[in-house]
């Protein structure tokens, strides 16, 4: 049984940092891609960002890049989101995700397989 588990949420004021941490069990993420995606309230979930593997690829939405970085410590079986320069529309739950089949761009939910929890993420403005 694969299990993913996010932390590190929280309340932040805009222009404020977080970093999200996404720490698996039941399976070696270390030959899986991995997303992140996030769902404000009212919303769809949407794409935030993924990394291969090998942590050598990353994508991001156009809303985040330049702002957030992903990052995965294959030893620690834990992928990371860094959020810089955080705005009130960052505002969401964010989960991570891994799947059998996906790419680290892949930005449809559907093809993931494995899911967190979530963690909250507030930023005030």
């Known amino acids: 049984q694969v299990q993913l588990v996010e932390s590190g949420g929280g309340l932040v004021q805009a222009g404020g940092s977080l970093r999200l941490s996404c720490a698996a069990s039941?399976?070696?993420?270390?030959?899986?891609?991995m997303g992140w995606f996030r769902q404000a309230p009212g919303k769809e979930r949407e794409f935030v960002g993924g990394?291969?593997?090998?942590?050598?690829?990353?994508y991001y939405a156009d809303s985040v890049k330049d702002r957030f970085t992903i990052s995965r410590d294959n030893a620690k079986n834990t992928v990371y989101l860094q959020m810089n320069s955080l705005k009130p529309e960052d505002t969401g739950v964010y989960y991570c995700a891994s799947g059998d089949r996906v790419f680290a761009g892949e930005r449809r939910d559907r093809r993931y397989d494995y899911w967190g929890q979530g963690t909250q993420v507030t930023v005030s403005s």
């Open positions: 039941g399976r070696t993420l270390m030959s899986y891609a």
């Open positions: 990394i291969s593997w090998s942590g050598s690829t990353t």
